[in-house]
Nanobody, 119 residues
């Protein structure tokens, strides 16, 4: 079965950094586009970043561009999100998800991992 398990979240001060990881199993990881999405309390879900199967093409929401970096290690079946210069507005539950293309809906999501940016 498809499994996506996020880790690496926690509490960090504004301006700090965190790296999220998403361990994938149950499917051929290297065949799928992957993305990070987040949802803050009282807000709708927001697409954060995406990466193509080979890892050579990436996209970012304007809100995180220049601060976040998405990457993947297909040999380890793992997706990453490096988050730098974190702001309070980045506080959210972060999910990794798989898709079949840039505009495709995500058919599988992880359980989510909390990131809290606060002083």
């Amino acid at each position: 079965q498809v499994q996506l398990v996020e880790s690496g979240g926690g509490l960090v001060q504004p301006g700090g950094s965190l790296r999220l990881s998403c361990a994938a199993s149950g499917f051929t990881f290297s065949n799928y586009y992957m993305s990070w999405r987040r949802q803050a309390p009282g807000k709708g879900p927001e697409w954060v970043s995406g990466i193509n199967p080979g890892g050579g093409l990436t996209r970012y929401a304007d809100s995180v561009k220049g601060r976040f970096t998405i990457s993947r290690d297909n040999a380890k079946n793992t997706l990453y999100l490096q988050m730098n210069s974190l702001k309070a507005e980045d506080t959210a539950l972060y999910y990794c998800a798989r898709a079949t293309g840039w505009g495709a809906t995500s058919d599988y999501w992880g359980q989510g991992n909390q990131v809290t940016v606060s002083s």
